[in-house]
């Protein structure tokens, strides 16, 4: 049971748990996971963390079919700038490894934005908190268990 498990339990949110055999030679964690899972990639969203301007760390929910726009998502967390952090950094402040940080039930609350897109679907696929472990549920409900906001931060 992960922390993002836990934390989903805790608050009663309807979810489902997938789980696949990962690959460690998959090029991308994303890709790997809308493959296995046999879902659209419009569906299944990643976990990216941001630094910053102002050395605060935020995090961006976006599609794995895209990439995050820096620009879009420095804007919706109220910064001039966004660049990519340090994987150390998101290690330590999540509490994940890389490939299967989560959204939910990081270490340190972080500022969260989630791609506009999500509320196309009923549900969507985010890290479970593990590689080979997504958690299924609704983006208004992931949006609630991270305080998070939506805008359009996703670049095809």
Same mark, same amino acid.
Request: charge should be positive.
């Given at each position: @049971? ?25 090029? %991308? ?37 895209? %990439? ?15 660049? @990519? ?16 940080? %989560? ?54």
């Amino acid at each position: @049971m992960t922390p993002a498990i836990e934390l989903a339990t805790k608050y009663k949110v309807a979810f489902t748990v997938h789980q696949y055999q990962h690959n460690s030679k998959a090029e %991308s964690y994303g890709d790997e996971a809308a493959v296995s899972l046999g879902a659209d990639p419009k569906q299944v969203f990643k976990t990216l963390v941001v630094e910053l301007n102002s050395g605060e760390l935020a995090v961006g929910v976006v599609p794995v079919s895209g %990439s995050l726009n820096l620009k879009a998502i420095a804007n919706a967390a109220n910064a001039k700038k966004a660049a @990519m952090a340090d994987k150390l950094k998101v290690q330590r402040s999540s509490g994940y490894v890389l490939g299967g940080v %989560s959204p939910i039930g990081q270490r340190k609350p972080l500022t969260t934005i989630i791609d506009s897109s999500a509320n196309n679907f009923s549900t969507i696929f985010v890290s479970a908190g593990k590689r080979g472990l997504e958690i299924e549920l609704s983006a208004s409900d992931l949006a609630n268990l991270t305080s998070a906001t939506f805008a359009p931060i996703s670049a095809s």
